[in-house]
């Protein structure tokens, strides 16, 4: 069954540390799937999920096409496609970069917007372009929920400072601030009681 | 008193881009035949985006004056929607897995038939006739390279490269297993590598159109990669089952590497022979 929210994360230098601690405080039972565009290198495989997983102590599997945007689901944008959502899929391409990036931030964000409106939330942490910003924006045009990490804390404020000059976002933090706003945006109760 | 968007029939579009993609993907399935309705709407409208920049328009509306009263407008549209980047022995893994697993199986028919669904600018045909050819398989064997716009089709026959893009192939080449010298797969000019004659002589270019076409023979092995990205689901749905009749029995079917069968009801219908490579083999 396809998750009630969605995220939408993006970053690139400094990520391998930003996006852990985003995912951290995001809780398994909450009712939400996320998707995380993080620039790599075109080679790069699948040993970049696993990392990033390991630091956050959530399973995370680098997205195939189609791949069903799953309650609990947390999906890395693989090396050299772009990633967009569908419906409630995931969907790749391999059309031209965008502003040089592929994957690009601006379409994973832009097509998460159209497709989910108000249920999805972007995250756009630091990186060394402002791919996502113009996303981002999408997002708060269409009624998401919008969150930039602290160009001040930033390994690189490329990213975030273009963010905040196109968007007033739902939240400014640290990725750990940011990822405990997204629990509460997305509802911290647990679907069941067996949790406690 | 003002219409509250609630108040509102249910049908009414408040998304002006969304109605205008509709309209345009109505007017020429309309006015050409060409149905890219079922295509996926988030890569159709990126794509789309791009005509509009090749084309110097503002407005999809816009261009669908423009391709509705010209003809090469609309092949124009159907080349840059059936454009995918590509290279020779893209996903070098992959070719050595076609290459050592693949090409020995097909050796044992006495004539073996490969279709390269989707062929756009035709890398994946050259790399696949190099490989027949360094099987001995080249006399007896054919390759069926189809693709919807002819534009491509054209460019694709005429076997000519970016000179500049051959180190990458090269390394390609190697990487899946090559042994021989690349550079004697093709002649040069100044800034083209173009593909020898005899590695095009047995391969066919036609027009098929994987949303309209029938299946129009049995295949050893299909190449359909990063293909069905671009396709909706009820689409993706259909060409499966066209590739499944188009293929003989225990014939291959390679996809895409970020591809699969997974959540579809195909999955049954064939065997993984490598999953990580999107490799799969068809049940009997």
């Known amino acids: ?196 | 008193m003002a219409l509250r968007l609630n108040d509102a029939p249910s049908d009414l579009v408040d998304d002006v881009e969304e109605l205008e993609l509709e309209l345009l993907l109505d007017a020429i399935v309309r006015r050409w035949g060409y149905d890219f309705r079922d295509y996926s709407r988030p890569s159709m409208r990126r794509r789309v985006q791009r005509v509009l920049e090749r084309e110097q328009l503002r407005t999809v509306s816009g261009l669908q004056g423009r391709i509705l009263r010209s003809e090469e407008a609309m092949r124009r549209f159907i080349a840059t929607i059936s454009v995918s980047v590509s290279a020779m022995f893209r996903d070098p893994r992959f070719f050595a897995a076609l290459r050592e697993e693949v090409i020995p199986v097909l050796r044992t028919h006495p004539f073996v038939r490969v279709w390269v669904a989707g062929c756009a600018t035709g890398e994946e045909v050259y790399s696949m006739a190099i490989l027949l050819h360094e099987a001995g398989l080249s006399a007896r064997a054919r390759i069926y390279a189809t693709d919807l716009s002819d534009e491509l089709l054209e460019r694709a026959s005429r076997g000519v490269f970016p000179l500049k893009r051959m180190q990458e192939y090269t390394r390609n080449y190697l990487a899946a297993g090559g042994r021989a010298d690349f550079s004697s797969y093709y002649r040069t000019d100044a800034e083209h590598a173009i593909i020898r004659h005899p590695l095009r002589q047995n391969v066919v270019f036609s027009q098929h159109n994987l949303v309209s076409d029938g299946s129009f023979n049995e295949f050893h092995l299909v190449l359909c990669r990063n293909v069905l990205i671009y396709f909706g689901e009820a689409l993706r749905d259909r060409v499966y089952e066209l590739l499944f009749s188009s293929m003989v029995r225990h014939g291959y079917l390679a996809l895409g590497l970020k591809e699969n069968l997974r959540h579809t009801r195909w999955n049954s219908r064939f065997d993984a022979l490598d999953e990580e490579l999107s490799l799969y083999r068809r049940r009997a």
């Open chain 1, 1 to 196: 069954m396809s998750a009630a929210r969605l995220l939408v994360a993006g970053a690139s230098l400094g990520g391998l540390d930003a996006v852990p601690e985003l995912l951290g405080p995001l809780s398994v039972d909450l009712d939400l799937a996320v998707v995380v565009c993080q620039h790599r290198h075109a080679d790069s495989g699948a040993p970049l999920a696993r990392l990033i997983g390991e630091r956050a102590g959530r399973s995370v599997l680098e997205a195939f096409d189609a791949t069903p945007l799953g309650r609990g689901a947390i999906l890395l944008a693989p090396a050299n496609y772009h990633t967009l959502v569908e419906g409630e899929h995931v969907r790749l391409s391999l059309d031209a970069t965008e502003r040089f990036a592929r994957p690009s931030i601006d379409a994973l964000f832009g097509s998460a917007a159209r497709a989910w409106g108000g249920r999805v939330a972007a995250a756009l942490l630091t990186s060394s372009s402002d791919d996502g910003a113009r996303g981002l924006a999408e997002v708060q045009r269409r009624g998401g929920a919008t969150y930039v990490q602290d160009p001040a804390l930033a390994e690189a404020r490329e990213a975030p400072e273009a963010a905040l000059a196109r968007v007033t976002p739902t939240a400014v933090g640290s990725p750990a601030e940011l990822g405990a706003a997204i629990a509460a945006w997305a509802g911290a109760l647990p679907a069941g009681r067996t949790h406690g």
